[in-house]
């Protein structure tokens, strides 16, 4: 029987004989290809629940697999192997090991938001991304992306001063993930504030890079916002049964 969609067949599972001759008849090569059967040895029954534990994927379970959400998306135009509708079916069926094969991509989500803007099911896939970048983090899958070190250096920013340095944020987002500071887009980027911008908006950029007041009375709003990301580390901790492994 040919296959009519090879593209979905992953290419460990389309096996070919290179020399097979069956009664006579010399098939080998392309002329032999079979797909090797699928097992799947093992369901985490709790997927769904783990990934609807964290930020972004609470609206998992609505997800009715109309295809919007991966239709539109970004990432999915330059690689079709980027699939948010294929992944959250896998969460939704249990299927971890299937799902933790695509460890290497599903962390390239860029954010974009068109994939909740089409959906129509209120599932915010742009968030359950987001969840299942940090439950492969959180399960020891993958180590932690830069996208999930840049939202914690902007999250420390506001827990310790209230406010967002931008330069700051980037300063040890680069630091932590070895990257020079002297990044092609931001040199441009600096250079097209220098010729465009008046000398009195450029002082007052240069000043707020070198001086960072911190916002007054702060403190009560920062120790009750610890607490809030403290119990919710602590539910998304229960949920994936994190500590019971000791894994953390
Ligand atoms: S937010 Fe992520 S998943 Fe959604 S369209 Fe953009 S790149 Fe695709
Ligand atoms: S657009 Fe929404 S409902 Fe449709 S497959 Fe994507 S997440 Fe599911």
């Known amino acids: 029987m040919p296959i009519h ?6 290419p460990e599972n389309l096996v070919e004989h290179e020399e097979l001759v069956i009664d006579g008849v010399d098939v080998s090569g392309h002329w032999s290809t079979f797909i090797e059967g699928r097992s799947v040895p093992d369901y985490n029954e709790q997927l769904q629940e783990e990934i609807a534990a964290i930020g972004g994927g609470e609206n998992i379970h609505r997800c009715w697999q109309c295809g919007s959400c991966t239709n539109a998306c970004t990432v999915n135009a330059i690689n079709p192997d980027f699939n948010p509708r294929f992944w959250i079916y896998l969460i939704r069926m249990g299927l971890e090991e299937e799902l933790v ?4 991509i599903i962390w390239q989500c860029v954010s974009c938001n068109k994939c909740t803007y089409a959906c129509p099911r209120d599932v915010n ?3 359950v991304m987001k969840a299942t970048a940090h439950w492969l983090e959180l399960k020891g899958y993958t180590e932690m992306k830069p996208s999930m070190v840049f939202d ?3 999250s420390l920013q506001v827990f310790n001063t209230g406010k967002i340095e931008e330069g700051k944020v980037l300063q040890k987002f680069f630091k932590r993930t070895n990257q020079p500071l002297t990044q092609p887009w931001l040199v ?5 504030l220098v010729k465009r911008f008046p000398v009195f908006y450029l002082m007052k950029l240069g000043w707020g890079a070198v001086f960072h007041p911190r916002t007054r009375d702060w403190g009560r709003a920062r120790d009750a916002i610890n607490e809030y990301v403290e119990e919710r580390n602590a539910e998304i901790h229960k949920a994936l049964n994190l500590d019971a492994k000791g894994a953390d």
């Not at 969609?5 to 992953?10: A, D, G, P, V």
């Not at 094969?101 to 290497?104: A, E, G, Q, T, Y």
């Open 188 to 192: 441009h980027l600096i250079t097209g």
């Open 5 to 10: 969609e090879k593209s979905l067949i992953r």
């Open 101 to 104: 094969r695509d460890r290497d």
């Open 152 to 154: 914690e250096e902007f």
């Open 125 to 127: 896939p742009e968030g």
